[in-house]
Structures are given as C-alpha cells and as structure tokens.
C-alpha cells in the first residue's frame, strides 16, 4: 500500500498562497491518480483536486477553480496543490489521497490510500 506523507500547510491571511506537497512511498505512485480532499471541523470530507497519472487530466472542485491548481513529479514521486487567493472557508485539514478511479472525480469510498493530513488555516 502506497504511503503518502503531506506538508505545507500553514496560517495564511485571506488573499494570500500556499503550496501544499505529498511524497509517496512507492513506484506505483507514476501510474496512479493522485489527489486533494479537505475536511472542515463538523463537516465531511470533500474532493478539492486530483491529476491523472501523466498529469495530462486534472479535475478541481467547483469552490476551487480559478484559484487551486494541483500537479506532480513522478521522478520525485511528488505531488502539489498550489493555493492562491485564499479564503476562510478553505480553512481544513486537507489530506492526500490515491485512487484507481481515473475518468471522473472519486467518492470518499473509492481512497486507495490516505497521507496523515495537514491543517491549512486562513484568517479573515
């Protein structure tokens, strides 16, 4: 199974960026759609992102576009989310994710593997 370790998060002001990253722990990350949810206290988890495996394809949630955009390194075995124009309702724990789905944005349920999390925080 596919470790994934996030990093990145951070406090930010509204309006302002940051770049989260994943590592995987394996090879199979190059064949791989990899992915960005999020979860807000008291609410579920929800899709942000994801890349196909050649990066040729990226789906972004409908709350994120325009100002999110995810992509990756296979010879690193890395992938990004690049946040920009930062919102408090981006405010979450925003967790890596691996899926064998590939044409269409994934459920919950359909999460190969999980990275730990990490907080993103933007103050108003």
């Known amino acids: 199974q596919v470790q994934l370790v996030g990093s990145g998060g951070g406090l930010v002001q509204a309006g302002g960026s940051l770049r989260l990253s994943c590592a995987a722990s394996?090879?199979?990350?190059?064949?791989?759609?990899m992915g960005w949810f999020r979860q807000a206290p008291g609410k579920e988890r929800e899709f942000v992102a994801d890349?196909?495996?050649?990066?040729?394809?990226?789906y972004l949630a409908d709350s994120v576009k325009g100002r999110f955009t995810i992509s990756r390194d296979n010879a690193k075995n890395l992938v990004y989310l690049q946040m920009n124009s930062l919102k408090p309702e981006d405010t979450a724990v925003y967790y890596c994710?691996?899926?064998?789905?590939?044409?269409?944005?994934?459920?919950?349920?359909?999460?190969?593997?999980w990275g730990q999390g990490t907080q993103v925080t933007v103050s108003s």
């Open positions: 994710a691996v899926t064998w789905i590939s044409t269409r944005i994934p459920t919950r349920n359909e999460i190969t593997s």
């Open positions: 394996e090879r199979t990350f190059s064949t791989s759609t």
């Open positions: 890349i196909s495996w050649n990066g040729d394809r990226t």
